[in-house]
């Protein structure tokens, strides 16, 4: 079971009033404390525009996460109580020769206070908790210049010279550690740390820090880039900087915890069971002495509560497959609890090599039960169409060939029970909401892929959605009006 990742996140709030007194080994480290005026700084609000690119949202395994456009980004952090808010307003940049969704703007809120992260809606009306971002969003206020500084200061830094400067170390809470460069100007260049992250591990987050300016009174970068998983989440052009602005974050009173991880079941046909109950769901089938699995989303807890409603639902047989849509991290977050299972992952091709590649990296810091039992991953890939059978319930995996969404994308399909089972190509909405006015190419593709593969489809089994489809949803979705074949 992988611990809780809230343990020690914030740890750094301890001893940070005592930053005066603490002994600093190195003349940088106390010089580039004192450029940045961290003995009087309490908060700091910076903001700018750029770009913004979505972690674990690769097009495809081996390329860069897509980027946003930033018009506005602002980020108020609070040192002395551990705490952000960051509000950024984006549109996702169009990708040449890559069909997707027309783009619009996205306003978003993102807060974290000590152990407890969470989101604000465009409107003010609702928050939403975020458990798994709070390492991620402490990890950011650390790793600003005047927040690494501090955090050296209380957590008994240690510092040596370097090339171009002085390399400055220290680690929160016996578990975080940060490693940051001063350079000769005394201005805090990079700095380095690492997450967890269910497919990566343990994830180095690199920040750089260029072109400082004097803001009113505060040193601080003008260009910021922040890379995660080897590529840009952030880069963001600095246009103006204030310290000590007024940053009183609370956790709201009214603020629902996160509900626990739960798996509902509905039988969809004789040994065909629709696992719903969150926002991605998964599938199992009751093959003649094993069970198939389809779909292992977002995380260790998600995946081992799926386990267990499919081997309550189908008892005393093993899982032998796990059939994995594509590469998104919130579609493959659960595949090593699988691996550990002893499932086979039965996946496009290209995904198998990213995940022997990244499942290689250690998760030391949240360990799962892959970490523990270090079995080998089984493979059954391929590139364009694999049936599993049991001699009497073939389960169709075919490639969804020209999907904006991702390149190794995958449907599954069931032709005795007529029942097609896919990812974010189509996600069905309440059975009274109106239809899209816009027409989403990634269902457009979906339904021409049906076609084109001759697929006699009566339900889709969407892995996301409040409810199970029909072919002609589908079709009016993607703007399609003539009658079903």
Known sequence: MRKSIHTSVVGLTIALTAFGSVAVQAQGLQEASEAAGVAKLKSIEFSGTGNWFQFGQAPNPNSAWPAFDVKNYIADINYETASSRVQ?????????????PAPVEQRGIQFVSGNTAWNESITGNSETQQPAAVEERAAEIWSTPQGFLKAAAANNATTKAVEGGTEVSFTVGGKYRYVGKINAFNQVAQVDTWIDNPVLGDTLVETKFSDYKDFGGV??????VRNQGGYPVLDINVT??????????????????????????EKLAEGVYYLTGGTHHSLAIDQADHIAIIEAPLNEERSLA??????????????KYLINSHAHF????????FVDEGA???????????????WATPHSLNPDKLEASKKAAKFESFTSKHVLTDGKRPIEVHSIAGNGHNDAFVLVFLPNEK??????????TAANAPIPTAL???????????????LNVEKIAALHGPRVAALSDLRAVAGIQQAAK
Not at 219 to 224: A, E, G
């Open 330 to 337: 919130d579609h493959a977050g659960g595949l090593r609890t």
């Open 88 to 100: 950024y307003l984006r549109s996702q940049v169009v990708e040449a020769g890559r069909a997707r």
């Open 240 to 265: 103006s900087a204030r310290a000590n602005p007024g940053v009183d974050i609370k956790v709201p009173q009214d603020l629902a915890k996160a509900p626990a991880v739960a798996v509902t079941s």
């Open 440 to 454: 989403n190419p990634y269902a457009v593709n979906l339904y021409e892929n049906i076609q084109k593969l001759n």
């Open 219 to 224: 040193q601080f970068p003008s260009h910021i």
């Open 419 to 428: 029942i097609l089972i896919e990812a974010d190509a189509f996600t069905p």
């Open 344 to 358: 086979a992952i039965v996946t496009h091709a290209p995904n198998q090599a990213y995940y022997e590649k990244v």
């Open 306 to 319: 799926v386990i267990s409603k499919a081997k309550e639902l189908i008892p005393n047989k093993p899982i």
